[in-house]
């Protein structure tokens, strides 16, 4: 599967939030800066630590121009009941095709317990608001990546725009 790159265009995409809502990437460009991240699962504990880890820093994200968007392939029901249980604030998107997962190289073959079977990369991807992408990173662990990307957003804030 082709990853992608910084300096590349984001691949555009349309999806459903937890409460039935379409959100596409565009909706953003020109407006701020966006930090797309892909997870395995819903109610999992590596994916409730990231989700409420992005969640208790969203006011600093937005400081720095940035906003939050969780992907997986849970349905939007399932997110809704997600979110609510574990007080998330950030927009969850369903991906149940799996569709976007794959435009954005997250879809790969993983092994666990000696089976291989295709699943979701843990990724992060950010997004600036022209659409282009300036951080591209695959297979990150989930404790402490919020702060990471919060570090990163607060220096491309102050870089103004990094180069393509």
Known sequence: MQQLKPGQQAPEFSLFDADMEQVSLSDFRNRTNVILYFY??????????????????????????????????????????FRDRHGISIRLLSDEDAVVCKLYGVWQIKEVDGLKRHGIVRSTFFIDRDGFIQLALYGITAKGHAAEMLRAAEEFKGNNHASR
């Open 40 to 81: 395995p699962k819903d109610n999992t504990p590596q994916c409730a630590l990231q989700a409420t880890d992005f969640s208790d820093h969203e006011d600093e994200f937005a400081k720095n121009d940035c906003v939050i968007i969780g992907v997986s392939r849970d349905d939007c029901l399932c997110h809704a009941e």
